[in-house]
């Protein structure tokens, strides 16, 4: 069945960086585009960025631009979101999902705090 799997949150203070992972399973990766999103408590799910399925193509959200970067290794079938200048409002429960997709995943925690 499919699978992702993210990884890779954790607790870190303003201004520092993380790298997130979602390990793909249960489909053919390259069928599809893929998008972050995340969940902040209290608020509902927000679309961070998404990625065309050969990588080429990428979008985000004004609040993320210049700070996050999408990226995927189809080999891999891993997908990922480099975060940098990480900020208390990226405090958020991170999830991949396939494009237009509810996630499935369990997600990964990102608290950002000094």
């Known amino acids: 069945q499919v699978q992702l799997v993210e990884s890779g949150g954790g607790l870190v203070q303003p201004g520092e960086s993380l790298r997130l992972s979602c390990v793909a399973s249960?489909?053919?990766?390259?069928?599809?585009?893929m998008s972050w999103v995340r969940q902040a408590p209290g608020k509902g799910l927000e679309w961070i960025s998404t990625?065309?399925?050969?990588?080429?193509?990428?979008s985000y959200a004004d609040f993320v631009k210049g700070r996050f970067t999408i990226s995927r290794d189809n080999v891999k079938n891993t997908l990922f979101l480099q975060m940098n200048s990480l900020k208390p409002e990226d405090t958020a429960v991170y999830y991949c999902s396939r494009r237009d997709e509810r996630p499935r995943g369990q997600g990964t925690q990102v608290t950002v705090s000094s």
């Open positions: 990625i065309s399925r050969g990588g080429g193509v990428t």
């Open positions: 249960g489909f053919t990766l390259t069928d599809f585009s």
